[in-house]
Every structure is written in C-alpha cells, then in structure tokens.
C-alpha cells in the first residue's frame, strides 16, 4: 500500500518570506500523481499543484512550487513570498491506480 | 467555472439515525469519490464511483452506502449513526483519461459537516 509522509506538523514563516513543506511517499508503483492541497479555517480542500511522476519538470504555480525527486520518492513544496492568507493546512496527497491517500497534515502559521 | 456542490453542509443527528449526503460534480466529471475527515485528520477515503459503478472501496464501514446516479451526483447513505461518524464529509470529482480508467486530479467540494448526538 502507499503511504504520505508530512513530517513536519507544524511550521512557521515570515510574512514574504520563503518555507518549504516537507512530503515523502512510498510505492512500488511507476506511474501515479502527486498534490498539494491546501486546506484554510474554512476546511475546504483547495488544490495547490499538482505533479505528473512522468514528468521531470518540477511543477509551478505561481508562488507555487514542487521539488519532486521520483528517486528518492520526495515530493517538498516550496512558497515564495510567503501570504497571510498562505496560513493553512497543507496535504500531500499520492494518487495512483487506486485511491488517493493523504499525509497528516503540516500547519503553516505565517508570522505578520 | 462551476465547482463541486454538496449538501447539507451542515447536518445534527441524534445516535442510530440515518443520514443522506448528496454530492453533485463538476459538470461532465464521470467519477466521484468520499472522503471522511475527523477532528485534526487527514482525509480518510471511502469509496468511488466510476460511470456509475463503484470503482474503488477504501475504509467504509458496512453501516454506510453510496451509489452513483445517471446524472452522475452521488449519495453517501449512513445508517446507524455512531458518535464517531461525527466528521467533515468531502466528496470530490474526477474526469477519468478516455482509456484505462485512471482518475488525474480530484477537485474537492466544500464538504457537509456532520455531528452525532
């Protein structure tokens, strides 16, 4: 089975600064999907990026973006110019011909 | 652009009562899937739905139903409500690649947050 691994449950960043959320996962698999979700007081479930294990190129968006390792299974999200409205939740999620399995979570306080 | 509707999104249940949350996807999205997220968890799957056939199965209890109509909107059905069912609900949709079933990204809704008296 496939497992996500966050394991920094909590981290905290200086307004316009730069963090780095940590994700490894585990799987036998070739072919399969990763994400961030970002999920705010509200507790939507709001997708942050997302990245083709086909692809070498690491994913950006914005503010927004990965360092995927397929080797090493490591799959680290990086915010620029860290927002108050950044402080949330953040979900790795692995995604591969079954269900998709989330880590537990890493809270991102951001300090004005 | 539309999103994902669920509803209720806010349910109170006393113990041994049933429950019904409906989800509607995004529209021509064929494959929905639930989720159930306890106080300070992940989100935990449950099940989906492919073409109105269920697709995968994950940790639902036997207590719990769902199917997947022609429209495609789905329907969680909880019976026998436990003080543990008390959860955040999220149902997300999917548009499957034409061949091979493999679901890409899943667009989450703003889930039906339910509590169990």
């Known amino acids: 089975a496939q497992t996500v691994t966050q394991s920094q449950p909590e981290m905290s960043v200086q307004e316009a600064e730069t963090v780095t959320l940590s994700c490894t996962y585990d799987?036998?698999?070739?072919?399969?999907?990763l994400f961030w979700y970002k999920q705010p007081p509200s507790r939507q479930m709001i997708l942050v990026i997302r990245?083709?294990?086909?692809?070498?190129q690491n994913a950006t968006e914005n503010r927004f973006s990965v360092n995927f390792q397929k080797a090493a299974k490591s799959f680290s999200l990086k915010i620029s110019d860290s927002q108050l409205g950044d402080a949330a939740m953040y979900f790795c999620?692995?995604?591969?011909?079954?269900?998709?399995?989330f880590g537990a979570g890493t809270r991102l306080t951001v300090k004005p | 652009a539309a999103g994902v509707i669920q509803s209720p999104r806010h349910l109170i249940k006393e113990k041994r009562e049933t429950a019904t949350l409906k989800c509607y996807p995004i529209p021509r999205h064929d494959t929905v899937y639930w989720y159930q997220q306890g106080p300070g968890q992940d989100p935990q799957f449950l099940i989906s739905?492919?073409?109105?056939?269920?697709?995968d199965k994950g940790s639902i209890p036997d207590r719990f139903s769902a199917q997947q109509f022609s429209d495609y909107h789905s329907e969680l059905n909880m019976s026998s409500l436990e003080l543990g069912d008390s959860a955040l609900y999220f149902c997300a949709s999917s548009l499957s690649r034409s061949s091979g079933g493999f679901q890409e990204t899943q667009y989450f809704g703003p889930g039906t947050r339910l509590l169990v008296l």
């Open positions: 799987t036998s698999e070739s072919d399969y999907y």
């Open positions: 739905f492919y073409e109105k056939m269920q697709s």
């Open positions: 999620a692995y995604r591969g011909n079954n269900d998709m399995r």
């Open positions: 990245q083709e294990a086909y692809k070498q």
